[in-house]
Structures are given as structure tokens and as C-alpha cells.
């Protein structure tokens, strides 16, 4: 049957997709392609890549070891004040990323809450370092890990829990035997979503860590700072993220399609 | 097989006493209204519902009690084989998986597990879906292997919750013929639910009533056993 739209609905979408692709494919036109082996190994970009590869994967890394638990205690136990509690947990996804910077810097920073006991007992000091670009980014991004982990494990049939539990699996055997492997889908996407955006952390990122090339600028940092002393850098390290996302993008469509909801219910 | 049941459960007011005589091949429907508490009893029963207050206890051995928290067991180690509606097959593991899952989780090894699933789906009549999933079977199919997984442990006891419920003709009757069957060979009583009067008169020795009635915010269930 053939769908038909109205026509004024139709003019709106294609004013919008123009409004939201134009910037892409602005910054697609103005690529300096020739220059392109340059700018990629030019020594300040690659430090930048390597250095948001590595603090990205590190903390998409920590979001999975704590989101799982998070998530697991948040779609399965009802305590007093647990909404308060899950609230709080995944408030960095709305939150200006610059608010958490400044947070963690009233934590960790060495006046700091804890900060101060770090620096004061063990000389250890976390803000302006690259763990701090790591907290920053774990910051913002493991709640998206936390929020996709607990819709999927709501979504398991609780039967088929308890059955797991009634023929003599322990409660951690059915948790690594069962429920993980049955939300190994959602799990997936919520490790590439978190991923992707812990790889794009700016915010946070520049308040709590600052910018110092080589130790904690990022790649989006990078951007910024090409940006501001006109470098072509600008673009081309843009265009890289926009490759990233995109893939990202792509693959979470065909993830999420595939998702545990569909198979569970089989 | 004595069952005294004298509980506070969700919403749910219990007290029941049922004698059971594995010898006879017994096979024991509870009867019931919906919202009589059916689902919930069993639940409590295989201990994946929390008791607010009373007890359970299978054989003059306390199962679960809030007066002595230490007495209570976990569901792993009930030996009450439970199946829940639609049988509840784990929806990531083959068939052949699923019904030694149980075996598996007590540290059986691979190859002995192997050879178990086999004979046991053998005896089921589904040798030949051993690697097919879950989705991949009908109706009666996933009984057949919800029940071998089941069966496989050697429970004291089966509780069976409605069976037959959102089965079509075919797979009501394919589910029918094989729990007959599993009464036959099972050493141990079977309790079912059901609403369908067709499945209590084709498989049930004895028929129990719930009685229920309302107190305030609870139901008050209770099995009139007059063996």
C-alpha cells in the first residue's frame, strides 16, 4: 500500500535534513584532501588519536565493570530510595558535561573532597592528568552503559531466571550463564554507544584534565585548539570523528534491531 | 509426601496441608480461581518468591520460614523441579543445552552432559532438535524439552504451571500424551495447575479446590484436602 505524507509535513523534513546534513557536508567540501598524509602524521594529531583511542577504550572499559553491577542492582531491587539512587547515576547524561568537569574537580581535585587525602597521604594528584581525561570520559559516558544494561535486564522474563535458579544455578552462575549471555546484544551496543561517547568527551574533559598536548589533549580538544589557531587540522581531525560516529551509528542500527527483546520473545 | 503450607505471600494468605503418595503415581491438580494465587504458591514453593511470614515445609523438613531464616533453603537447593508457564527455555542455549543446564551448573562435565541431553531428548522424542533453539520449536516441542530438563535432575517433586496453557490443539494434546507418560515414569508426585477441565481429567489422580476469600488487602487461599 502506498504511504502517502502531506505535502507541508514532507517540505518541513526536507528543510530539516538539509538544517542537520548541511554542516557535514560542509566540512566534507572543505577538506584539505591533499594535505591529508600530512595532517595525519603530523606528530600533535597522531598523540591526539592515540591518546583519545586509549583513554576512551580505558574508560568504556570501567563503565562496563561498574555499569553491570549498577544496572543489575537498579532494574532488580527495590530499596528505599532506589529512583533517587538511579537518578543520580545516570544525571551526567543530561547534566552540561561542563558541570561534571567542575564536580569532579571539587572531588578529586587537590582541594578536593578526596582529593585533598590523595594528594595529602599518597602524593597523588588526578586532576590535569591523563587519568583525569579518563574519569571525565567515564563520567559522562558510563551512564549511557547503565541506562542501556538496565532496560535489558527488565527485559529478561523473570521466569526464566528463576527456572536457572530452581535447577541449581547459584545466583552468579545464572548471571553468567544466563542473564548476561541472553542481553549480550543490548550489551554490545551499550558498549559501542558508551564508547563513542566517551571518544567525543569535551566538556568535562577540558575542565577537569585541561588541554596539554601530549597528555591530555584529546581529539576533540584538538579540534578546539586547531580551530582557534586556524589549522586545517581542524577539519580533517573533525572529519575523523564523524567517521567514528558514523560507523558507530551504522552499527548500533543492525544491533539494536537484532536486540535480545526480539529474540526473548520468541 | 506431606506439603504444609501456612504462609504470607505477596498479597496472598496460604494455608494448605497436602498429603502425597508417590507410590500411587500421583498426580495432583490445583484447582483454582484466577487471582486465587496458583502461580504465586509455586512460585514460593520452589523459593523464587520471598515469604512475608509463615512457613513451608516438605516432609517434616522446613523449606522456608521467617521465624528461623536459617532453616530456609535457596531455590538451588529445593529439588523441586518447577516448570513455570510456557516452560521458560532459555532462549540462548540449543535444546540440547538447555536440558543440561542443570547438570552443567552442578559441574558435570561437557562430555558426560552430552551424552545425558542425548538419551534424555531421546526419551522425550525430540532427539532430533537437540541443536535447534528455542524459537526454532513449537509449542509442544518446548515442553517436551522444558520437562527433559527438568527430569533430568531427579527432582523430589514436579510442579507443573499450566501446561497446556497457550498451546494450540495439536501441541495440547502432544503435551497431554507426554506428561501421561512422565507420570508413568516419574518417581516422585506431580502437582499441576490448570483451568482447563479437559487437562484435570486427563492427567489428575485427585483434584484439590483452592477456596478463596477477601480480607482487607489479602486473599485468603486455602486447600481443603480431605483424602
Known sequence: MKHSSPKSLLAIAVVGIVLLTLPIVAILIRMPWTSLGEIITDGANRTALVLSLRTSLIATLLSVVVGIPIAY??????????????????????????????????????????????????GIRLAFTESAAVLAQFFVAAPFFIVVMESAFTSIDPSVVGVSRTLGASPWFSLLRVQLPMVLPSMLAGIVLTWARALGEFGATITFAGNTEGRTQTLPLAVYSALESGSDAALLLSFLLIAVSFTVLVALRSQWTTGVTQRGSQ | MTMHISATIRRHQFSLSVTLSAQQKESVAIRGKNGSGKSTLFAAIAGLLPIAEGSIGIDNRTVDSTAAPRMSLPPEQRNIGFLPQGGALFPHLTAAENVVFGLRARGTNRRECVKSAQDMLAQFGVAELSHRLPHQLSGGQRQRVALARTLILQPSILLLDEPTVALDADGREDVISVLADVRNRFNGPILFTSHDDRDVAALATRVVDIHTSVDGEHTISSIDDSL
Open chain 1, 73 to 122: 542492582v537498579i532494574a532488580h531491587h527495590t530499596f528505599p530510595g532506589a529512583r533517587v539512587f538511579r537518578a543520580l547515576c545516570v544525571l551526567p547524561m543530561v547534566l552540561p558535561p561542563v558541570v561534571g568537569g567542575v564536580a569532579l574537580i571539587y572531588v578529586l581535585g587537590k582541594n578536593g573532597i578526596i582529593g585533598q587525602y590523595l594528594w595529602d597521604w599518597f
